[in-house]
């Protein structure tokens, strides 16, 4: 299972090499709805984070501090805020692969959300301008990640849903113990389905042939009891003789004991059943 708080963690842990990447990443966690050059998070690893991003690049920084959240009464965020020294505008799809994935990391730390439930697991990026949101749009799919996009509540929302795509956004953030567990948990939900699949089909096979066994035995006992049986053909005799022997077993090991092909047997029984109904 994917787990929120675990993900956030591992992403948080991360040190990019690169001071361009570092950079990148700064920039991704200023999307968190802010418009006064400050990262606003319920997260006390992000905020951390971006304190050690921006003095890692220079950006002067201050403290983190409480922020009244201003859709959850009562709630505060902590704000880091900084002063200068990012670009004003930045394009992630025309910079390098490695600045595109720090930025989708520090994205996924200040307004991604993931959730799980019955239709599978869900990530969600939250931005309040129409225009970053169609640009993460266009990131992702120009990294194979599909992503639909609507409006809720005057948010912008970039969603992604499908074992597929979230996986490849895992991999692209560099979260590659979440990848592991999800990847772990994906194939344990598949066998285990298999799994059912085929006791369900096994369960099922085996109370039609315990049905077929029934009618059949009836089948032999009324052509018994009406003086019929023993005037039947050799076949059907045998046939009859070889059930009641193996009451609970298939025509596969029935037609193995009399040395015929199972549709040979399956056809002698049906056909005791066939002239026992004829006989009622």
Same mark, same amino acid.
């Given at each position: 299972m994917l787990v929120a708080s675990e993900l956030r963690g591992e992403l948080a842990r991360i040190r990019p090499a690169r001071a361009c990447c570092r950079r990148a990443e700064l920039v991704g966690l200023l999307q968190s709805g802010s418009r006064d050059g400050a990262v606003r998070t319920l997260d006390h690893a992000t905020a951390r984070i971006a304190v050690q991003l921006a003095a890692s690049v220079g950006v002067p920084v201050t403290a983190p501090g409480a922020s009244a959240a201003s859709h959850v009464p009562g709630r505060h965020h902590l704000q880091v805020a900084l002063d200068g020294g990012l670009p004003a505008s930045w394009e992630p799809v025309t910079t390098k692969a490695c600045d595109r994935r720090a930025f989708l990391r520090g994205l996924l730390l200040s307004t991604g959300s993931v959730s799980g439930g019955r239709g599978g697991p869900h990530v969600e990026f939250v931005l309040r301008d129409r225009g970053n949101a169609t640009q993460l749009q266009h990131l992702l799919q120009a990294s194979d990640v599909r992503a639909s996009r609507m409006q809720r509540r005057g948010r912008?929302?970039?969603?992604?849903?499908?074992?597929?795509?979230? /996986?490849?956004?895992?991999?692209?953030?560099?979260?590659?113990?979440?990848?592991?567990?999800?990847?772990?948990?994906?194939?344990?939900?598949?066998?285990?389905?298999? #799994?059912?699949?085929?006791?369900?089909?096994?369960?099922?096979?085996?109370?039609?042939?315990?049905?077929?066994?029934?009618?059949? #035995?009836?089948?032999?006992?009324? #052509?018994?009891?009406?003086?019929?049986?023993?005037?039947?053909?050799?076949?059907?005799?045998?046939? /009859?003789?070889?059930?009641r022997r193996q009451p609970d077993a298939d025509l596969d090991t029935l037609a193995s004991s009399l040395g015929i092909s199972r549709s040979a047997m399956n056809h002698r029984l049906r056909r005791l059943v066939e002239l026992a109904a004829e006989r009622s």
């Open positions: 912008h929302v970039v969603y992604l849903k499908g074992q597929e795509q979230i /996986a490849g956004l895992l991999r692209l953030v560099g979260a590659n113990r979440a990848l592991l567990d999800f990847e772990t948990s994906r194939v344990s939900r598949d066998v285990r389905n298999r #799994l059912n699949r085929l006791l369900n089909a096994e369960e099922a096979n085996l109370s039609r042939t315990v049905r077929a066994a029934d009618r059949q #035995l009836q089948a032999i006992g009324r #052509l018994e009891a009406d003086g019929e049986l023993e005037l039947l053909a050799e076949g059907l005799r045998e046939a /009859a003789a070889q059930r």
